[in-house]
């Protein structure tokens, strides 16, 4: 049974500082990892999303990366600003007819002005 | 995101009362998910569709049905709602492969009294 987590469950950064997020996962039979912000009292938003066969996907201060045979993923986060600060959340999609996706339970992220 | 939409966004109802959530994709998207979001679970997988009146069970569909009779709306029930589906459902769509993401709605907060 495919298990994801993250681990801290909540980080505290001085802004402009740069951070890696950690996602690790039990099985990897996986499609693609999916990372997402959720801000507090909102929806998930999508903010990459890197396909199995690949290493890594950028988006401005983003940088995701994906180790598939050892089970882990890294979310860095350039130059960190306050607007950063939310749930950050990772989800693996199985490899399955599903196509569900089994999430972390997330950090918090506060980032200090 | 404009291509998905969750009604109500709050409800309270009474327990014991049905509740009907919906969801209405504008993607033409094959894939409908329904999850919950709790303190300490993360998010968690009630059922999902794969087609027009194609429906399976996620992980904690105990007390809960659905039904896709268009391929835009996915409605979840609570038969009898109890004080432990006080959450907050969320509703996701998927293109037809593997090798998308999952795009989400804005979530619906329930409580039930």
């Known amino acids: 049974k495919q298990e994801v987590t993250q681990i801290p469950a909540a980080l505290s950064v001085p802004e402009g500082e740069n951070l890696v997020l950690n996602c690790s996962f039990t099985?990897?039979?996986?499609?693609?990892l999916q990372w997402f912000r959720q801000d507090p009292g909102k929806g998930l938003t999508s903010l990459l999303l890197?396909?199995?066969?690949?290493r890594e996907q950028t988006s401005g201060r983003l940088n995701a990366s994906l180790d598939k045979s050892s089970g882990r993923s890294t979310l860095y986060i350039a130059a960190s600003q306050p607007g950063d600060s939310a749930t950050y959340l990772c989800?693996?999609?199985?490899?399955?007819?599903?196509?569900?996706?089994?999430f972390g339970t997330g950090t918090r992220l506060k980032v200090l002005a | 995101d404009a291509g998905i939409t969750q009604s109500p966004r709050h409800k309270v109802t009474e327990t014991g009362t049905p509740v009907t959530l919906r969801c209405h994709q504008t993607e033409n998207h094959r894939y409908m998910y329904w999850y919950r979001q709790d303190p300490g679970h993360g998010l968690r997988l009630i059922h999902y569709?794969?087609?027009?009146?194609?429906?399976d069970k996620g992980e904690v569909s105990d007390g809960y049905s659905v039904s896709r009779s268009k391929t835009e709306d996915f409605l979840l029930t609570l038969e009898s709602a109890t004080s432990s589906q006080t959450s907050v459902y969320f509703c996701a769509i998927s293109e037809g492969t593997g090798y998308g993401g999952y795009t989400f709605g804005s979530g619906t907060r329930l409580t039930v009294v």
């Open positions: 569709s794969y087609g027009v009146k194609d429906t």
């Open positions: 890197i396909q199995s066969s690949q």
């Open positions: 989800a693996v999609r199985v490899a399955s007819g599903t196509y569900k996706y089994i």
């Open positions: 099985d990897s039979a996986i499609y693609n």
